[in-house]
């Protein structure tokens, strides 16, 4: 009978802890580990498969139409903001498609989404990273500081889309990178500081590298840098950059500067005009330089978009027509327990007019959502049968938010 020794190796099976059997050869446990480290190598670089993944042509491309309607399933309403967003992604797409022996460059079209919270900047970001090619990934601006202080360095944001393209640089640098709550970096006060303020301007001036395009020095784990730590150098020049914020208070800012243009004969006639419940349509850089963005950054954020505050009509759509809207979670939640649960519609209609007072967008929905489930997702699986149906009615939906309310007031 042949001794069975290792194919790769030559090791006997006396040898080696494991030998595998094939139909015409051995493999010991060794060469099999060191098999799948060079497979997973492979497939991680550029030419390997998972790179092709990041391969198209512009007959591939979603068009901004297409990338709007993938939008629609999940978020309802804000279709100025869908499209801005729809044409810079096509756009960023296009740039990667660009030639270098044209005299015409593209330059990036860095994007700012302005809008009260819970109208669903985040999520349209979120959204758009589904449908995406390219490496996306979404930054706090809030754990930013200056250099030398407490916080993260601005530097952190590319450490995060390197990890997400798995270490691949290249493929980053094709990347798009959402900056949430960009608003908390704005300077204290319109004037320039003279002093150090540690999260705000110094933030802003960090920025400014990135977004207009230049060779950083990434540390390939985040956190902070020091001297002895060995750098990413990543080009920022192809890397779109969509900012998020909602401003809060801008709207004194815009009210005060169309009140300047208001004079003359034609003055009442333009003050009918003006949408006072929503001043955040009347956006304009001038807006964001007085509420504390710095000239130079609001100069790398050349599309200028907004988004409407929510409606009681649009937050009942919210509740209910989204794929994952909260209503299909908690029934699948439910189902999932062989419980079938429905929501009366009086009770939906309930829980908007709650949504509308806590004045929150749809996240005054889900604190809602939350609060009223609670007591039966914690009974339901023990004390309810499988094939029971449960109906959510207002009365029940309104005895379970009262006494949470009571409750909180009591403790408080």
């Known amino acids: 009978m042949a001794k069975k020794v290792c194919s790769f190796c030559g090791r006997s099976e006396k040898e080696v802890p494991l030998l595998i059997t094939g139909l015409t050869g051995f493999i010991c446990n060794d060469c099999a580990e060191a098999a799948y480290q060079i497979v997973e190598e492979n497939l991680k670089s550029p030419a390997g498969a998972k790179g ?50 044209d005299d015409v460059e593209i330059e990036k079209s860095n994007i700012l989404m302005v809008g009260p919270t819970g109208t ?27 250099a030398g202080y407490v916080g993260e360095d601005v530097e952190s944001i590319l450490s995060r889309l390197v990890q997400v393209a798995d270490g691949d640089v290249a493929m980053a640098e094709r ?61 920022t020049h192809n890397i779109l950059f969509i900012c998020g ?15 300047t243009h208001v004079v003359g004969f034609n ?14 349509k009347y956006i304009q850089p001038q807006d964001l330089k007085s509420f504390g963005l710095i000239p130079e950054i609001i100069g790398r954020l050349p599309v200028l978009t907004y988004l409407n505050p929510l409606d009681r009509e649009a937050l009942r759509r ?15 939640l439910f189902a999932m327990d062989g419980i ?24 005054g929905l ?34 379970q938010l009262e006494s949470s309310f009571l409750q909180e007031a009591a403790e408080a």
């Open 340 to 363: 079938t649960l429905e929501f009366a519609p009086e009770t939906l209609d309930y829980i908007v007019d709650k949504a509308m007072e806590f004045k929150l967008g749809a996240r």
């Open 318 to 332: 919210i509740l209910v027509e989204p794929k994952n809207s909260l209503l299909k979670q908690q029934v699948k």
């Open 52 to 101: 092709k993944d990041f391969d198209f042509s512009m007959e591939e491309l979603p068009k901004p139409s297409e990338i709007k309607e993938f939008m629609d399933r999940y978020v309802i309403g804000q279709d100025d903001a869908k499209r801005y967003l729809a044409v810079s992604v096509y756009n960023h797409y296009k740039r990667l498609q660009q030639g270098g022996d």
């Open 245 to 259: 914020g909602a401003f809060d208070g801008i709207e004194k800012k815009i009210a005060q500067r169309l009140n």
């Open 267 to 280: 003055s009442v006639q333009h003050t009918r005009q003006i949408d006072k419940q929503n001043l955040m």
């Open 120 to 146: 669903g900047k985040t999520l349209l970001a979120r959204t758009v990273a589904r449908l995406l090619k390219v490496p996306f990934t979404i930054v706090d601006a809030t754990v930013l500081t200056e």
């Open 175 to 235: 990347g798009i990178v959402f900056i949430d709550e960009i608003d908390k970096i704005a300077r204290k006060m319109d004037n320039p500081s003279i002093t150090r303020d540690v999260s705000g301007e110094g933030v802003q001036q960090g920025l400014l590298k990135l977004l207009e395009g230049s060779i950083v020095n990434v540390p390939p784990k985040g956190g902070r840098k020091h001297p002895d730590q060995d750098y990413l150098h990543v080009d």
């Open 366 to 399: 889900r604190s809602i959502m939350e609060t009223l489930m609670i007591k039966l997702q914690y009974e339901a699986p023990t004390t309810r049968k499988r094939g029971e149906k449960i109906v959510i009615t207002k009365e029940y939906a309104r005895e």
